[in-house]
């Protein structure tokens, strides 16, 4: 039996060197050139709950001491608010106006147990500006101590305070990775709670199967320089113990019928979650949505790192993609 559970027996290929192809643009090559950009992660047993709070505890501070702190403000106005025990912070730039209803819900990624707290305020920060609309970043709470459906109930409830605010065409969903879960589990428990859907969903990277049954899974292993292994672990943290085909664990096991907004879904040709990406298309295709599927040539998990054009090419696409949809607002 292979590792994917079936009975078929797996592919062994030659080991070989992939060489950083010329296809991409220079500053794309250096990066991968660079190689694995951190090593695999060992994680602490699943029950021991005061190590994997240390080992996070690590990395954001690891973050905080790369990024120089809590990152700069310059350009917008950051205000902190409360919904149901989770923080959001509401991040407006200059120049947009209470005229201006447009609000971008964003979902931060981490593989559901980092990027919290400072982290996900710069991150906010950092969408708020490159998409020019009002942001508002939510620091689910997450585990070990609160492991699913704690995340997504967050999520969920900033949704529904957004609006208590706002028209829901004047509200948009997104997030990557760990986020874009999330954020297509956000909408389709808005949906299942009777709530109106957003104006669209914009998702870098969904990790949207849980048991990992994706062909990149494996065949990308090795390729991606963010995504350097494939431990299970984070994800059985989250999911404490819930059945992981769950469509609210793993989006791509939902019926998107009836009703789903217009989604944008952006991946690379290395990233390990490639095939997650693909498949979370293919399935709001045959349900109807109108879904875009974007798949830079050479990207990994976190295309290359904001530093390449192919990175300001991939910005282009989002914003083309989220003024369409906020267009009939101006």
Known sequence: MNPNGNPYPALSVPAREIPVPSSVSEQAQAILALGPLSPPVEYPPLDDAASWRG?????????????????????????????????????????????DRRVYLEIHGGAFIHEGGEV???????????????????????????????????????????????????????????GANLAASTILRA??????????????????????SGDTRRTNLGLDNILTGQSMAPILLYAAGHDLRDPYLSPVFADFRPGFPPTLLLSGTRDLLLSDTVRLHRALRAAGVAAELHVW??????????????????????????????????
């Not at 998409?131 to 900033?158: E, F, K």
């Not at 390449?308 to 090419?313: K, L, Q, R, S, T």
């Not at 910005?315 to 101006?330: G, Q, V, Y």
């Open 297 to 330: 040539e050479a990207a990994g998990h976190g295309g290359f790192l904001g530093r390449a054009p192919e990175d300001e090419e991939r910005t282009t696409e989002i914003k083309r993609f989220i003024d369409k949809h906020w267009a009939a607002l101006r």
């Open 55 to 99: 080992m996070i505890a690590a990395q954001a501070q690891a973050i905080r001491e790369m990024t120089g702190g809590s990152g700069s403000t310059a350009g917008v106005r950051v205000e902190e608010t409360s919904v149901d025990g989770a923080c959001v912070y509401v991040i407006t730039p200059d120049g947009i106006g209470p005229e």
């Open 120 to 178: 996900c305020r710069q991150r906010g920060i950092d969408n708020a500006r490159r998409i020019g609309a009002r942001s508002w970043a939510v620091d689910y709470r997450m585990p070990p101590d609160h492991p699913y459906p704690t995340p997504l109930d967050d999520c969920v409830a900033a949704y529904r305070a957004l609006l208590e605010q706002h028209r829901p065409e004047e509200i948009i969903i997104g997030g990557p990775s760990a």
């Open 191 to 212: 949906r299942a709670e009777g709530l109106p859907l957003p104006a669209a969903a914009v998702l870098h990277s969904p990790v949207s199967d849980l048991t990992g």
